[in-house]
């Protein structure tokens, strides 16, 4: 395959002629060892020497007439829905006439590179960057079954509606955008962060505790108040949480009960954040 990229510079214009010589070159290395070697011996036989010929002549069309048909088949296929992953690794080859191999190669790439394209799409949020909902139950349920103790948190950023009502959407974008970035910034490596839906997030920690969970959060609401997104009517914008222990089990059911410890946190007031295992249990910002 090699010897045929390399010769495609040298016959750019005929498919067939390439094969040709490649065919050529491959079926005829046994014959030139003979004929070197019994010329280094001083014994050549033109009898043998004929009939080896011939035998590496009929090998030679054999070969091309099988690849031949094979390629005949291939313009068919390419517009195939599924490529093989491998071909990522191919750099796309440029477009000759009749090249039907550079043709299919330079397809497959593309191919590959539009279907990680659209995944990357259809699992980031495209206005803070973080990945959406989509993406974060995906990226849990890559995890498992492996991650077997951690934490889930849903996010609620306080008054939200208002800053886009007194300062317009792209001042909201904006603040959507900055506290995507201050939240994974507080998170470690291995957490994972989403833009769960409107102005809520969600965190997966790993490996942490409930408490261990709502302490990063309520660290991550003081330093809010001391160097503020945002302020609406003098105070910072902060955000309320739920957070529920996830073993392994549904995700769903953790999620689940990450919302009701949201709906506590609201009620309770501002800035707070309430774990789905102390029902009733509410902790400040500044605990």
């Not at 299919?104 to 990357?120: F, I, K, Q, V, Y």
């Amino acid at each position: 395959m090699r010897f045929f990229f390399a010769s495609s510079s040298a016959l750019p214009h005929s498919l067939r002629l390439q094969m040709f010589v490649s065919c050529c070159v491959a079926t005829h290395v046994p014959l030139l060892a003979w004929i070197g070697w019994s010329a280094m011996a001083g014994q050549i036989v033109l009898a043998e020497l004929a009939l080896l010929a011939l035998a590496t002549l009929a090998g030679t069309v054999i070969a091309l007439t099988g690849i031949s048909a094979v390629l005949g088949r291939m313009p068919f296929a390419q517009d195939a829905p599924e490529m093989p992953a491998r071909v990522a690794t191919i750099a796309p080859l440029s477009r000759r006439r009749e090249d039907v191999i550079g043709d299919l190669l330079g397809r497959a790439s593309a191919a590959e590179a539009r279907t990680r394209e659209l995944d990357l799409a259809a699992k980031e949020d495209l206005l803070t960057g973080i990945r959406n909902r989509h993406g974060f139950l995906s990226d849990i349920a890559d995890l498992l079954p492996a991650e077997r103790r951690g934490a889930i948190a849903l996010l609620d950023l306080n008054g939200f509606r208002r800053i886009n009502d007194q300062f317009g959407h792209e001042v909201g974008d904006r603040v959507l955008r900055d506290f995507a970035g201050r939240l994974s910034s507080e998170l470690r490596r291995g957490d994972l962060i989403a833009r769960w839906d409107g102005e809520e997030f969600a965190v997966l920690f790993r490996g942490a505790t409930e408490d261990e969970a709502a302490g990063v959060l309520s660290r991550v609401t003081r330093r809010l108040i001391v160097n503020p997104l945002i302020l609406l009517d003098g105070e910072a914008l902060t955000f309320s949480a739920g957070v529920c222990r996830f073993g392994g089990e549904a995700v769903d059911a953790t999620l689940a009960n990450a919302d009701n410890a949201l709906g506590v946190a609201r009620q309770a007031g501002r800035s707070r954040v309430a774990c789905a295992g102390r029902p009733g249990q509410v902790l400040l910002p500044f605990a």
